[in-house]
């Protein structure tokens, strides 16, 4: 193609397919209190574009989605909305980080506005006590999976500084915005938010992001592989982990698509699970329901 080395179209890769282990371990733990109808709080900051789509995935899978619009007008604003956000957090089971491009990826990089945010003590006690003492579960998608990422929830499991030790997702090998739908292979049934599907299941999953390749040390990889944290790859049309693109479109390190904390309730990942519907990509093939929706909501029951 003429202009391939202005604007590639096959990212730079040393290798095209990578090996993957499957941890088909299953978390059955239940929270000590159940709920008829878990209540989920959909925090949408400025830049945020997935709240519906989430909160609709959500509303048919039998949860209560409260989107919550975080106000940054002026400096009393912020102080509001983060009493406000404490406050709804201490009254939902689920937090859901949807996808977007929170003040437009800037300063420095996609998801650090909604990190700062929740790095507020409030905040941060709020989320703490979610997790460590109402069994709470966390969702990220795309720039909510980004969030997480910076946050330490993933693969952590908690909110803690990190460093250049830490995974993170970065700039797309590829070096531009890619949106297209993916194959991804459930790698493992840790996670509550994996409940409904088994090791080996495929999916293809809507994908949009420029910053969404996974990277992290040979030593992180590892360990993650250990604890059955890798919870998602991309996969080729034979179900192979790759590196390749088109099958793997941002060029993440051992083809992850998704990770999870330590004992999988937190759950980060770059496809757009929530965007399928009746009428969506009806001229693409593949199974589109990942039912994570579905299973976050039942763990509460």
């Given at each position: ?21 499957d ?11 159940r709920?008829a ?76 506005f909604?990190?700062?945010?929740f790095r ?19 969702l990220?998608?795309?720039?909510g ?147 994570i ?9």
């Open positions: 193609m003429p202009l391939e080395k202005v604007f590639p179209t096959k990212a730079i890769v040393e290798n095209t397919k990578v090996e993957y282990v941890y088909e371990v299953r978390n059955n733990s239940k929270p000590s209190i709920f109808k878990p209540r989920v709080l959909i925090p949408t900051f400025p830049g945020t574009n997935c709240e519906y789509d989430t909160a609709r995935a959500f509303e048919r899978a039998g949860a209560e989605p409260h989107i919550m619009i975080f106000n940054n007008l002026s400096s009393y604003d912020i102080g509001e909305s983060i009493n406000i956000m404490a406050e709804k957090i201490n009254n939902s089971q689920i937090i859901a980080l949807p996808g977007g491009f929170s003040a437009g990826d800037e300063p420095d990089g996609s998801g650090k909604i990190a700062a945010v507020n003590p409030r905040i941060k006690e709020a989320v703490t006590d979610l997790l460590e003492s109402r069994d709470g579960l966390i990220g998608i795309c720039n999976f980004q969030a997480l990422i910076k946050l330490g929830l993933v693969p952590y499991g908690e909110i803690r500084d990190i460093d250049e030790k830490c995974p993170t997702l970065t700039y797309n090998k590829i070096g531009r915005h890619i949106s297209r739908m993916v194959r991804t292979r459930v790698s493992s049934t840790l996670s509550p938010w994996l409940r409904s599907v088994e090791t080996g299941d495929i999916h293809t999953i809507a994908m949009s992001h420029g910053e969404g390749r996974f990277a992290a040390s040979e030593e992180v990889i590892k360990h993650l592989l250990i604890n059955g944290q890798i919870a998602t790859q991309y996969v080729d049309d034979f179900g192979n982990a790759s590196m390749q693109m088109p099958y793997n479109p941002n060029g993440s390190d051992y083809a992850i698509e998704g990770i999870t904390s330590p004992d999988g309730r937190v759950f980060g990942k770059m496809g757009h699970s929530e965007r399928i519907g009746q009428d969506i990509a009806k001229n693409i093939s593949g199974n589109k329901n990942q039912k929706f579905e299973a976050g909501v039942r763990y509460f029951k």
